[in-house]
């Protein structure tokens, strides 16, 4: 979401900078990118890593897959950032299940900011790159198949049609005022489509086998 920032709220509220190993940069005033806590703070926890065997309490571990698909499509080149919320009992009291095990947890995929390799807006593609530190995560990936819903998601309704749609969306100050650079980028990312699949047998021919149940 975009929040305006002033030059006097950023005057009086210090901790508005970027932090960097030998610098600190104020922020500029304008239009800022914020996210929003997830949820009730009076219900809600936040865990930024599980135990093995409580991954498997999550519910919607699959979403793993889902976003490996997306951090290849954009050359994250950051490892997959992630959070575990702890927040789902019903009016009840009780945990969610699926008849066989209690769900406790979900986790929310989060900080894109490595996208494009970061600011460079360059695809320097790596087989590891993307990948959550953890191979648990993955155990349901039996082959590509197994990334079956997003790769058709990406490659038959991710038109140029719809990232022109989107490009129009993108404050200005957000690309330097250089929309023919941003249509460049644009450009780039409907042409990577189709590649997504070579990423992804490149990660799994990689020596760190990130997908254990993949034959």
């Not at 209690?102 to 900080?111: A, G, N, V």
């Not at 490659?155 to 250089?178: H, L």
Request: glycine share 6%; proline share 7%.
């Amino acid at each position: 979401m975009g929040l305006p920032t002033t030059e006097e709220l950023i005057r009086l509220t210090p901790e508005l900078a970027m932090e960097l190993p030998r610098a600190r940069i104020p922020c500029q005033p304008g239009l800022q990118f914020g996210s929003r806590y997830p949820g009730d703070p009076r219900r809600l926890t936040l865990h930024d890593f599980l135990p093995d065997e409580q991954l498997r309490e999550v519910e919607n571990i699959h979403d793993f897959a889902g976003m490996l698909v997306f951090d290849k499509w954009t050359c994250n080149t950051n490892g997959r950032q992630t959070l575990f919320l702890h927040d789902f009992q019903n009016d009840s009291g009780e945990f969610r299940t699926d008849g066989e095990r209690t769900f406790r947890y979900r986790t929310l995929m989060i900080d894109q900011g490595f996208c494009f390799n970061a600011g460079e807006w360059t695809f320097p593609d790596a087989p590891l790159r993307g990948l959550y530190a953890r191979n648990r995560v993955y155990e349901g990936v039996c082959g590509l198949e197994s990334f079956a819903p997003w790769i058709e998601r990406l490659e038959n309704r991710m038109s140029d049609r719809v990232m022109n749609e989107v490009s129009r969306e993108i404050p200005p100050a957000w690309y330097d005022d250089d929309y023919d650079e941003l249509l460049r980028l644009m450009d780039h990312l409907l042409r990577r489509r189709l590649r997504v699949k070579d990423l992804l047998l490149e990660a799994k021919r990689s020596n760190r086998h990130p997908f254990p149940n993949w034959a």
